[in-house]
């Protein structure tokens, strides 16, 4: 019997080996900054939630509990721009990776249908779409499927991984608008809302400038993993229509996706403290700052990158010379071909690595080795 996951790619990951060991050989050493894990502690007041919710013999519920559902329904409210979410219309996610990679198939899309998402994109739309059977388009301008009945999901990613772009209301509201008139699906991912580096403000999919203040066919997914520290925990949610997430509670009930009950404590905490998520953004902050200038003079334009965890980088040339660069340097890079056609002569390059591989790695990168 023939076993394989449907038309996937090869998981480009891998590829990056040849270059993480040639700069693994620097004599100083290697500094990733290919990847947007977070290096800095889980603060303490999640991870003391985490613990007193540490005795959990009994299942819990798909749906979360009633003060997570609430907890998620207040922040957007509070750090969002968002009022009037229904806390009966949020759903933990066991991260938001899997939701990304699972929506399209449990929403029963298939053959035929049609998965748009950013032309520069985090890989997982695509795979989403392949996983169900359906068809990805790689479209930024809404003008590519205005009218065409065969969509029925709409990614959007503000900010952008991996662009670092943030795209404003009258835009998602223009998305919006279109999906609706063919009953799609928005549904959008915005991770990196909290780390905002121009001051200029990050609408969700469910402020009333966007949506109108109706949340049909409008889905906000959201994760902790950024701007808590939390990648490890798995801790994310999605939220907006209800006539969207009551089956999909449904089928991920089926599933067994349920988010374990010591983490759902330890994200009520997260959610209810802005401290620690200002005081992860000041150091991000800190080490773009070192960062940016650096990058900028080894010679690279820096485009976007208005917000999120990365600069978005180009020698203008293919990313695989960039790398090439970047390795000689020590300094491990994302190339932009991870992210789409559109992104082959950018690299990404990432702020989640100590401050001392931060400083590292501007060191290098000022000296133009
Ligand atoms: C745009 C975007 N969406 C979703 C995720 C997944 O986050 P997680 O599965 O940790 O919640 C990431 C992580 O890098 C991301 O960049």
Not at 147 to 173: C, F, I
Not at 306 to 316: F, I, K, Q, S
Request: a negative charge.
């Amino acid at each position: 019997m023939g076993l394989s996951p449907r038309s996937l790619p090869d998981f480009p990951w891998d590829s990056l080996a040849p270059y993480k060991a040639r700069a693994a050989a620097h004599p100083d050493g290697l500094v990733d900054l290919s990847v947007g894990t977070p290096v800095d502690p889980t603060p303490a007041v999640i991870r003391d939630a985490l613990a007193a919710a540490a005795d959990a013999p009994g299942y819990p519920t798909t749906h979360g509990t009633a003060a997570l559902r609430e907890a998620v329904a207040d922040w957007f409210a509070r750090r969002r721009g968002a009022p009037g979410v229904d806390p009966m219309a949020v759903l933990p996610t066991v991260g938001s990776k899997e939701l990304v990679a699972t929506l399209p198939a449990y929403l029963g899309l298939g053959e035929g249908d049609v998965v748009v998402h950013p032309r520069a994109a985090y890989p997982t739309y695509d795979v989403g779409a392949r996983l169900a059977g359906a068809t990805p388009l790689a479209a930024d301008d809404v003008d590519a499927w205005r009218g065409n009945p065969a969509v029925r999901l709409v990614w959007v990613n503000s900010p952008s991984n991996p662009t670092g772009a943030v795209a404003d209301a009258a835009h998602l509201a223009e998305v919006v608008a279109a999906a609706r008139e063919i009953g799609a699906l928005v549904a959008s991912d915005e991770c990196y809302a909290e780390l905002s580096w121009t001051g200029a403000p990050v609408p969700s999919i469910l402020d009333p400038q966007v949506c109108g203040g109706s949340h049909e066919g409008v889905l906000a997914v959201y994760s902790l993993s950024k701007q808590s520290n939390l990648a490890g925990y798995r801790a994310a949610f999605v939220a907006g229509d209800p006539a969207v997430i009551a089956p999909l509670l449904e089928v991920r009930k089926h599933a067994g996706l349920i988010v374990p009950a010591p983490v759902q404590a330890a994200m009520v905490a997260a959610l209810r403290d802005d401290a620690h998520v200002a005081e992860q953004k000041e150091r991000y902050r800190a080490r773009r700052a070192a960062l940016l200038p650096a990058v900028q003079s080894a010679g690279f334009r820096v485009d976007r990158s208005e917000a999120g965890l990365y600069l978005w980088a180009t020698r203008d040339e293919d990313c695989w010379l960039t790398l090439d660069y970047l390795a000689e340097r020590g300094i491990l890079a994302a190339p932009g071909a991870f992210y789409g056609e559109a992104a082959r002569r950018h690299v990404r390059i990432a702020l989640t690595a100590s401050d001392s591989g931060v400083s590292a790695a501007s060191s290098r990168l000022a000296k133009r080795e």
